[in-house]
């Protein structure tokens, strides 16, 4: 069964630095693999997404992944947090057999990231 | 630009008490879902619906039934609320089919006491 482990609860760093949130998946297959942000009181947004095609992936707002499957991990980066990168991540892998059409998700525990002035 | 719009945002019950959280997309999406979200657990799916008329259970069903009213709208039903269900409530539709690209709603709080 797929699954996803992040390896962080909660990560907080100063704004204008690096901006590193670890995630671990298990799956049987080549699995598609996401993030996602929560911002307080919001609903989530998709932030990148790894199907294969290539293994940096870019996202939105600056913020881009690596695939490494040697490693089984999907770790999330920016080069320079700002302060409106302050929430909740999501790291999140898809069911290698969508059902009816419908494609489930398995979402880790979500790691906040807070940023320092 | 509505999207997924949820209601109620918040909500009050007593145990036994039953309500039904309402959800509607207005971008023409065939696939859509309800999960909720616990303190350090993630997102756990409890219903789906891959297209109008057809419903299927995720990961944690039980004590909720579901409606695919019609395309737009996918609602979510607690019969007999319980302190358990005491959770935030997110449905989500889907851009294009087995993508996971999923657009989500702000989110129902809802508080069984």
């Known amino acids: 069964a797929q699954s996803v482990t992040q390896l962080d609860s909660h990560v907080s760093v100063s704004e204008g630095t690096p901006v590193l949130l670890r995630c671990n998946y298990s799956s049987s297959y080549s699995p598609s693999l996401f993030w996602y942000v929560q911002h307080p009181n919001k609903g989530l947004q998709l932030l990148l997404k790894?199907?294969?095609?290539?293994?940096l992936v870019k996202g939105i707002n600056g913020f881009e992944a690596e695939f490494k499957k040697s490693e089984t991990s999907f770790h999330l980066t920016k080069p320079s947090a700002h302060m409106s990168d302050a929430a909740e991540y999501f790291c999140?892998?898809?069911?290698?057999?969508?059902?009816?059409?419908?494609?489930?998700?398995?979402f880790g525990q979500g790691t906040r990231l807070t940023i320092n002035p | 630009n509505a999207g997924v719009t949820q209601t109620p945002k918040f909500q009050v019950l007593k145990t036994g008490q039953s309500m039904t959280l309402q959800c509607a997309q207005d971008?023409?999406?065939?696939?859509m879902y309800w999960y909720r979200q616990d303190p350090g657990m993630g997102l756990r799916l409890i219903y789906y619906?891959?297209?109008?008329?057809?419903?299927d259970k995720g990961e944690v069903p039980n004590g909720y039934n579901v409606s695919r009213l019609n395309k737009r709208e996918f609602s979510l039903r607690l019969e007999s609320a319980a302190p358990s269900q005491t959770s935030v409530y997110f449905c989500?539709?889907?851009?294009?089919?087995?993508?996971?690209?999923?657009?989500f709603g702000e989110g129902s709080r809802l508080t069984v006491l």
């Open positions: 971008m023409n999406h065939n696939s």
């Open positions: 999140v892998v898809s069911t290698s057999l969508p059902i009816q059409g419908a494609q489930k998700l398995v």
């Open positions: 989500a539709s889907e851009r294009l089919v087995n993508t996971g690209e999923l657009f």
């Open positions: 619906s891959a297209s109008e008329g057809t419903t």
């Open positions: 790894y199907t294969s095609a290539a293994t």
